[in-house]
């Protein structure tokens, strides 16, 4: 098993920033990625970022690249998501999730953290 725990949700200003961490501990090995999602209420939940454990490679959805930054620390199985030019737009529980390569750019994600509450106010 991976458990994943999360911080550094808040409530932010638009404009602003945030990071946040999602420390990774268990079975990591068994993980080749770490990918971030996010669900707003009434809304489908949906891709944000992924960083590669291997050699930090990392892909961004449409609406967040630009501003948002993935990071690891492969010696704290740590990932961070540095948040740039909040929007209200980007309010929504963010969730981390540890995934594995199943093709190409493909990964399934089997494991969750509890998500964090990210408030942008207008």
């Known amino acids: 098993q991976v458990q994943l725990v999360e911080s550094g949700g808040g409530l932010v200003q638009a404009g602003g920033s945030l990071r946040l961490s999602c420390a990774a501990s268990?079975?990591?090995?068994?993980?080749?990625?770490m990918g971030w999602f996010r669900q707003a209420p009434g809304k489908e939940r949906e891709f944000v970022a992924r960083?590669?454990?291997?050699?930090?490679?990392?892909y961004y959805a449409d609406s967040v690249k630009g501003r948002f930054t993935l990071a690891r620390d492969n010696t704290k199985n740590t990932v961070y998501l540095q948040m740039n030019s909040l929007k209200p737009e980007d309010t929504a529980v963010y969730y981390c999730?540890?995934?594995?390569?199943?093709?190409?750019?493909?990964?399934?994600?089997?494991?969750w953290g509890q998500g964090t509450q990210v408030t942008v106010s207008s």
């Open positions: 999730a540890a995934g594995s390569r199943v093709a190409d750019s493909r990964y399934t994600y089997q494991y």
């Open positions: 268990g079975r990591t090995f068994s993980s080749d990625a």
């Open positions: 960083i590669r454990w291997s050699d930090g490679n990392t």
